[in-house]
């Protein structure tokens, strides 16, 4: 990986856009999540850095929604696995699906299309 020599400048005309882009983007989850200021951060620098972040907890305190929230703010799409005994591999990658379209001669084509699964999301919840 090559890194660009910035001036120093420039480096603090950078960090202060970031610090501004992070503000905002906490701010906008903040309004959703209410009390958890720690966790919001925790898993904004997690995403920001490329890292991966676990979240732990019982069911009913906020952790689809904060994720569900996060890729809301960001615009990114959201997918989510639900590990369940018969999950199939396909459930997760997608699959292809028969998809019927009206034809120009006015008859049903039927055609194969590959529909998307969760794990193409650009953050997935599993």
């Known amino acids: 990986m090559t890194q660009q020599q910035r001036s120093p400048d420039e480096a603090r005309a950078a ?4 610090r501004a882009d992070f503000e905002a983007v906490r701010e906008q ?5 209410v009390g958890q200021r720690d966790t ?13 972040c ?3 907890g019982v069911p009913g305190i906020g952790k689809t ?8 703010a960001l615009d990114l799409r959201f997918g989510r696995v ?14 292809t ?5 009206e034809g120009a001669s006015g008859r049903t084509v039927r055609e194969f299309r590959f529909q ?9 919840l599993a």
């Open 116 to 124: 998307q699964g969760p794990l193409f999301a650009q953050i997935v």
């Open 15 to 18: 960090a202060e856009r970031f």
């Open 82 to 95: 639900q590990f369940t005994p018969d999950l199939m591999p396909a459930d997760i990658t997608g699959t």
């Open 29 to 33: 989850v903040g309004r959703v999540i």
């Open 97 to 101: 699906v028969v998809h019927e379209v």
């Open 54 to 56: 676990l979240l732990e």
């Open 40 to 52: 919001v951060e925790g898993v904004l620098l997690c995403l920001f850095v490329g890292g991966h």
């Open 65 to 72: 929604l904060l994720v569900r929230t996060l890729s809301r």
